[in-house]
C-alpha cells in the first residue's frame, strides 16, 4: 500500500513569495490533515478536511495560509506571501476514519520550506 | 482543551541502558494516548498506543509505554537502547469531540545513544 505523498520535499523562497505544497493522501482515506512543525517544536494542527469539506481550520493563518481539497482527494497548502516565521516543515497526514479518527494517523515525510 | 508535556528535550543514554522519556499530558475527558518517532528527515511514525484496556502497551522494535491515569503520564521506555533509536519521540493525545480531533503533540524529545 503506498504511503501518504507529498511534493516538494524541500522548497527555499526570499520573504514575501508564494509557495505551494501538494499530498496525495492513502488511497480511500477520508480524512485529511496539514501540519507545521516548526524546529524544535511537536506539529500544530493547521486544517482538517473530510472528503472536501473543512472540519476545522482555526489555526490556519488565514490572511496569508490557504488550503483545498478538490474531489475529496488530493490537497494543496499554500503560502502567499511567505514570512520568516513560516519556515518549518509542512506535514501531511490522512486517516481512513470519518469522524474521530482515535488519533491514528499516517504521515507523509513532509515538505521543509525555508525563507530566506 | 488537552494538552502534554514532554520533560526534557534531550535525552542521552548510553547505547544497552535503559531508555526513559517522559509524558505527561492533561485532558478532561478519558485520552488516546500515542507515541510516535521521526527519524532524520522523514515523516512520523506509530510507535505505540493507548485506547482502553490494558495500561501497558507494547510497541515496534522494543518499546513500551503505561498509562497512569492517577500521574496522568504515558512514560516511553524500552530496556536496552540500540544505535539505531536515535531519533525524536512525540508524545501525543487524541480524545473525543467535537470540532478538529487530530492530534496535539508535546514538544518532542530529542534521544541520543552513546556508544
Known amino acids: 500500500e503506498a504511503g501518504v505523498a507529498q511534493s516538494p520535499r524541500y522548497k527555499i523562497i526570499e520573504k514575501r513569495q508564494s509557495v505551494a505544497f501538494w499530498c496525495n493522501p492513502i488511497?480511500?482515506?477520508?480524512?485529511l490533515y496539514w501540519y507545521q512543525q516548526i524546529l524544535g517544536q511537536g506539529p500544530k494542527l493547521l486544517i482538517q478536511?473530510?472528503?472536501?469539506?473543512?472540519?476545522?481550520d482555526s489555526q490556519l493563518p488565514k490572511d496569508r495560509f490557504s488550503a483545498e481539497r478538490l474531489k475529496g482527494v488530493d490537497s494543496t497548502l499554500k503560502i502567499q506571501p511567505a514570512k520568516l516565521e513560516d519556515s518549518a516543515v509542512y506535514l501531511c497526514?490522512?486517516?481512513?476514519?470519518?469522524?474521530?479518527?482515535?488519533?491514528?494517523?499516517?504521515f507523509g515525510e513532509g515538505s521543509r520550506l525555508t525563507v530566506l | 482543551a488537552q494538552s502534554v508535556t514532554q520533560l526534557g528535550s534531550h535525552v542521552s543514554v548510553s547505547e544497552g541502558a535503559l531508555v526513559l522519556l517522559r509524558c505527561n499530558y492533561s485532558?478532561?475527558?478519558?485520552?488516546?494516548l500515542f507515541w510516535y518517532v521521526q527519524y532524520p528527515n522523514q515523516g512520523l511514525q506509530l510507535l505505540l498506543k493507548y485506547t482502553t484496556g490494558a495500561t501497558l502497551v507494547k510497541g515496534i522494535n522494543g518499546f513500551e509505554a503505561e498509562f497512569k491515569k492517577s500521574e496522568t503520564s504515558f512514560h516511553l521506555t524500552k530496556p536496552s537502547a540500540h544505535m539505531s533509536d536515535a531519533a525524536e519521540y512525540f508524545c501525543a493525545v487524541s480524545v473525543r469531540g467535537g470540532g478538529a480531533d487530530g492530534l496535539t503533540f508535546g514538544k518532542g524529545t530529542h534521544l541520543i545513544i552513546q556508544p
Open positions: 488511497s480511500g482515506h477520508a480524512t
Open positions: 485532558s478532561s475527558v478519558p485520552p488516546y
Open positions: 497526514a490522512s486517516s481512513p476514519r470519518t469522524g474521530w479518527s482515535t488519533g491514528e494517523l499516517f
Open positions: 478536511f473530510q472528503n472536501n469539506g473543512v472540519v476545522d
